[in-house]
């Protein structure tokens, strides 16, 4: 069955703070993708890779980077987390080829006090 | 640049009673048509999608969707609501060759079911 699993669910964090979120797929996908999920705007996307390594800007991609040192793992970095980034993220994967539908994790309720 | 609107933010309906949430989209090319839902605390489930062929296309649960690109619209339809269908659905439109392998996301539609 697809998976693809995201660290935490619920994560607290102070401003200023260095934030991880991470994400596995086990289905040898090429695609990774995060998403920023608000009330009223549906879901945006942060970054995307499309290779180990490979990284490429989504539509919000300020404040954020992405790691990318493995297939199956992809990195949400906050740098110096803010309080308007206090947000659900979604991870999602998919195949590069088949144009096919993306795979999504549970999502990551990330608050920033 | 490829758009999806959900003109509905909350619908409420009846449980037995029949459902269509709407979605129109702007694309410059065929597009590929996306239904997801999202229950509570959880990540996003594909309902169904549309490539090409029948317009007319079956998901999971129960759910079908139509495709008019006359109207450009991919609404949602179920002829009888669960309580459980309670969620917030999501339409969305790509990939594409012009744009890539990335999904556009409507703001989605809240689903109420009411007893």
């Known amino acids: 069955d697809v998976k693809v699993t995201q660290s935490s669910r619920y994560l607290v964090k102070r401003t200023g703070e260095k934030v991880f979120l991470e994400c596995v797929q086990d289905?040898?996908?090429?695609?990774m993708f995060w998403y920023r999920q608000d009330p009223g705007l549906g879901l945006r996307l942060i970054y995307f890779s499309y290779d180990v390594k490979m990284k490429e800007k989504g539509d919000i991609p300020e404040g954020y980077s992405v790691s990318r040192e493995k297939k199956e793992r992809f990195s949400l970095i906050l740098e110096s987390a803010s309080t308007n980034q206090t947000s659900m993220y979604l991870c999602?994967?998919?195949?590069?080829?088949?144009?096919?539908?993306?795979?999504f994790g549970p999502g990551t309720r990330l608050t920033v006090l | 640049a490829q758009s999806v609107t959900q003109p509905d933010i909350h619908i409420t309906v009846s449980e037995g009673a029949s459902l269509e949430l709407r979605c129109n989209y702007s694309y410059g090319a065929t597009p590929y048509l996306f239904w997801y839902v999202q229950s509570p605390g959880q990540g996003l489930q594909l309902l169904l999608k549309y490539f090409s062929g029948d317009t007319l296309v079956q998901g999971i649960k129960g759910f079908e969707a139509e495709f008019k690109r006359s109207q450009s619209s991919f609404n949602l339809r179920k002829p009888s609501v669960h309580w459980s269908d309670a969620a917030e659905y999501f339409c969305a439109v790509g990939p594409s060759m012009e744009y890539g392998n990335k999904l556009v996301f409507g703001a989605g539609t809240i689903l109420r079911v009411k007893s």
């Open positions: 289905m040898d996908h090429e695609n």
């Open positions: 999602a994967s998919n195949d590069r080829y088949s144009y096919n539908e993306q795979f």
